[in-house]
């Protein structure tokens, strides 16, 4: 019987490619046709968070940044700061219905300092 | 003053919100990829240490879990409450602590989950300590041997099998053999006894209406004030099953560590197995003898290994325990019994035939021990306890012959009798705990022949006279007596005194 290759080794995998410069494309055929072969589609989420982390813990992060209004040099600065990696992508996202304040989500971690949840937080601990 | 619009104004405060704030940190988390039968696997998490807790937060608010199974792709996390509200998708964070209670003088009187919520309808819980729910016993250099003596209140165990503090003593037999009654005997006699000893009793698994009878009895006894018990019935998670017994462990220390003595009770371990037995197969870890896991063995041992005697640099207090294992038809031979015999100091068997026989405490004499011994018993009930144990295990060999009535010789028709009124004697009714002198002197009375003139059936009625006798015309001595500092002996002036009422009391009981 064929001996299931864990996630985290095939994450570790496509990131070394992804960082030694190999096109994104073709190391995910390469992942895709894995999965297919091995019955393993439903996985596929997981596999592509496994990568992210992978990525992040090389030093390539992406990140989705939600805020109540349009992030300015400044802060962008400050939150690839907050971040730490050698590189930071962001990917912001205006959600008003955060009322203000940051949520932050980088792959493994996350970050939520936005009013919205501050105030879910007084309401629950109101109940 | 320049005019400042409103809408400026509403703007500059929505930016001044919206500002990062840079104080908070970025957090771990994970995702739950699936939930069921009170196990959550999360992905993600890869710096979470093993048994530490994990909050999960759902849309009815946080739910904890905390990590067993740490693999390469995925974290096993068992919940803490029901899993119906966790749902894939969920994401979890790190608590960064491993899971802790609330100990202290605080739960005493109380009635309390494993997570150190109430479930007596009483005030929340306002401990100003918390103690882990997992925790390394003390070390060799950290103890001193087992020297108090943990009185029972039960006459066959303190005379025969006496238990000392710091001890583990398991209580083992078939279902409704009186096992729990021993332990509940133990717990009314710390308070009648005024010894001090905080009683933790841990319910696993058990119908919650016998626990609510044992509370009751204990409030009635008076006992509550001086015990904590925690409860879990046999709907809760086995996940609150399986911690039940090392939160109240933590519960104990506490009072071990500040130079008190508590003792333990875990009613039962075979329950306990089972809990942990449906949590290892869920968690998908190879089944072992009887699909048990394979470190089934270390679940009881590093629990019991907490029961111990500290040294007097620690504070001299200590954490006895009185495990019970719940056997089928007798059979002791079991994987778990077997298990928890060698770990423990000694066992209390009791025997469904002697049950049904009316010896109550159904105690077997043959197959209980103490492997403590003499060292925790007091004089006074040592010196007596030895013609006891003698005279009993003489029964023992002869009782096969106690059917063929005249055709035996004088000795041994004598020893039969002898035998007689001491299983007769060791009979005791439930919640009347016995003190040090009416134990001591009630043995001395049979063991020296004093009631030899009484038949077997009337003995407990003569002891009962005997003992109404001494403590109304001879209180002061039966005072000292208790202390169990001096020897009982017929040479001795307790001895003679105990020789002349019996005489006198045995007269009225003669057949």
């Known amino acids: 019987m064929q001996r299931k290759i864990p996630r985290r080794k095939i994450a570790e995998y496509a990131a070394s490619r992804i960082t030694a410069g190999d096109s994104v494309a073709s190391v995910l055929d390469e992942v895709a046709a894995y999965l297919l072969e091995s019955g393993r589609v439903r996985e596929q989420t997981l596999v592509v968070r496994s990568i992210e982390d992978a990525l992040a813990r090389a030093g390539d992060v992406v990140a989705n940044v939600t805020t109540a209004h349009p992030l300015d040099a400044e802060q962008r600065a400050e939150v690839k700061k907050l971040i730490g990696a050698p590189n930071v992508h962001l990917r912001e996202v205006v959600n008003p219905d955060v009322l203000g304040g940051v949520r932050l989500e980088t792959p493994g971690a996350k970050l939520d300092a936005t009013l919205q949840r501050k105030i879910l937080a007084l309401r629950r601990a109101k109940q | ?511």
């Open chain 2, 1 to 511: 003053m320049a005019d400042i619009a409103v809408t400026e104004l509403s703007k500059g405060l929505r930016d001044a919100i919206a500002k990062l704030d840079m104080s908070e940190k970025l957090e771990s988390v994970g995702i739950v990829t699936r939930v069921g039968d009170g196990v959550a696997w999360v992905h993600g998490l890869t710096d979470a240490g093993y048994s530490e807790v994990l909050e999960i937060e759902t849309k009815s608010g946080i739910v904890e879990a905390f990590a067993l199974n740490l693999m390469e792709d995925e974290i096993g996390a068992v919940l803490l409450g029901s899993d119906q509200g966790v749902s894939a998708g969920d994401s979890v964070k790190l608590k960064g602590e491993v899971l802790s209670v609330p100990v202290g003088p605080e739960l005493l009187g109380r009635v309390v989950s494993p997570l150190g919520e109430p479930l007596d309808g009483g005030p929340a819980i306002n401990a100003k300590a918390r103690g882990l729910v997992e925790r390394e016993a003390v070390g060799v250099l950290g103890r001193k041997h087992v020297h108090e003596p943990m009185m029972t209140g039960i006459m066959a165990i303190d005379a025969m099998f006496p238990i000392g503090r710091g001890q583990r003593e398991l209580i083992i037999g078939d279902r409704q053999t009186g096992k729990t009654a021993i332990a509940i005997d133990t717990m009314i006699n710390q308070a009648k006894q005024k010894t001090g000893v905080v009683n933790v009793y841990v319910a696993i698994g058990q119908k919650l209406s016998k626990v609510a009878r044992l509370v009751e009895r204990l409030r009635e006894e008076g006992v509550m004030d001086q015990t904590i018990v925690v409860a879990t019935g046999p709907s809760d998670p086995a996940s609150l099953l399986y911690l039940a017994p090392y939160a109240g462990t933590a519960m104990g220390e506490y009072f071990r560590d500040n130079a008190q003595h508590a003792l333990m009770i875990y009613d039962d371990l075979t329950k306990h197995a089972v809990a942990y037995r449906q949590m290892s197969l869920l968690l998908r870890r190879p089944p072992g003898r009887e699909a048990f896991p394979g470190d089934v063995f270390y679940l009881h041992s590093r629990l019991l290994e907490r029961s111990s005697k500290l040294s007097d640099e620690l504070g001299a207090g200590s954490l006895t325990a009185l495990p019970i294992i719940e056997t089928q038809a007798g059979d002791i031979s079991a994987y778990i019994p077997t298990n928890v015999i060698s770990i423990t100091d000694g066992q209390i068997f009791m025997e469904t035939d002697l049950f049904y026989q009316g010896i109550r405490p159904a105690i077997s004499a043959g197959l209980s021990v103490s492997r403590v011994g003499g060292d925790a018993q007091t004089k006074t009930v040592k010196s007596v306890s030895g013609h006891l144990k003698l005279g009993l295990s003489q029964f023992r060999e002869l009782a096969s012959f106690a059917q063929f009535g005249s055709d035996l010789d004088e000795a041994t028709k004598s020893q039969i009798e002898r035998g007689q009124r001491l299983t007769e004697l060791l009979k005791q009714a439930q919640y009347q705990p016995m003190s040090v002198w009416e134990q001591a002197a009630s043995i001395f009375a049979v063991s020296e022949g004093l009631f030899d003139e009484i038949p077997a059936s009337r003995i407990k009625d003569a002891q009962r006279a005997l003992l109404t006798r001494l403590w109304t015309d001879h209180k002061k001595d039966m005072q000292e007596l208790t202390k169990g500092a001096e020897k009982l002996e017929s040479g001795s002036d307790a001895g003679k005194l105990i020789e002349k009422v019996a005489k006198s009391v045995a007269k009225g009981f003669e057949g």
